[in-house]
């Protein structure tokens, strides 16, 4: 069986959330971290999904082991799903949470359309290529201005109906109850056991032939 995932984040938070999701299984998580330097991967794609696999492939062939990463950020309606995936860089490459949020209130100002959803892709890649995926998504409004100080990126501006509160205003425990990664690492969590097995079942395709020796059999090289 798979014993070793690498995750594919140097975020100890993300890492410690990870492991805490699949304790029970016996498999050794490592990050990015635990090894040497590695070559970077440009996060270019135009999905979610795109970025995650992408990340996830780059750093399985580097240091050949099945990796694992996630891509997610906010999706807004009014403005054709973005930020998307610049949600990060959304008001600039190297942009503080409080630009893009800044950014953000300006392109919604007058806009009476609110929805947006906070959305998480996750990707489980082999180093030859084969892939699994889980998405999940967490629905929402975009205030008018920021309310809390908890949380980070856009959480101060997407209010969640069900707590009548912006996702900053609640505790951490409580947002991963319900947050699209919350969500995406519960259901990998429910189905980890059939990932395991997924892995080890390509890794014994993908194990190379054993070469054929018998040509060989009755030499005595030490003559």
């Known amino acids: ?14 890492v410690r959330e990870f492991k805490a999701f699949v304790s029970e299984f016996p498999v050794e998580v490592k990050s990015l971290g635990d090894f040497g330097p590695l070559p970077e991967v440009i996060e270019d794609g135009s999905t979610f999904d795109e970025n995650a696999y992408k990340k996830a492939l780059h750093y399985a062939k580097v240091l050949g082991v099945p990796a694992i990463a996630d891509d997610s950020g906010l999706v807004v309606e009014a403005l054709s799903g ?56 967490c629905e929402g409004t975009i205030l008018d201005a920021p309310r809390g100080s908890n949380g980070f990126g856009y959480d101060p501006l997407f209010y969640y109906e069900p707590y009548g509160k912006t996702f900053a205003e609640i505790s951490m425990e409580e947002k991963n109850k319900v947050s699209h990664r919350g969500k995406v690492l519960r259901e990998l969590s429910d189905e980890f ?21 018998s040509e060989f059999e009755g030499n005595d090289w030490s003559r």
């Not at 919604?108 to 699994?132: D, H, Y």
């Not at 056991?193 to 020796?213: F, G, I, N, T, Y």
């Open 193 to 213: 056991d059939k990932v395991l097995k997924w892995l080890d079942q390509r890794a014994l395709e993908e194990m190379p032939e054993q070469p054929d020796h």
């Open 82 to 137: 973005a930020p998307g995936v610049r949600s990060a860089r959304y008001a600039g490459d190297g942009a503080s949470d409080q630009d893009n949020c800044r950014k953000l209130l300006a392109d919604m100002e007058g806009e009476t359309n609110r929805k947006a959803s906070f959305v998480c892709v996750l990707s489980i890649a082999m180093p030859s290529g084969p892939a699994l995926t889980y998405e999940a998504s």
């Open 1 to 14: 069986m798979f014993n070793l995932l690498v995750l594919a984040t140097t975020n100890q938070n993300k």
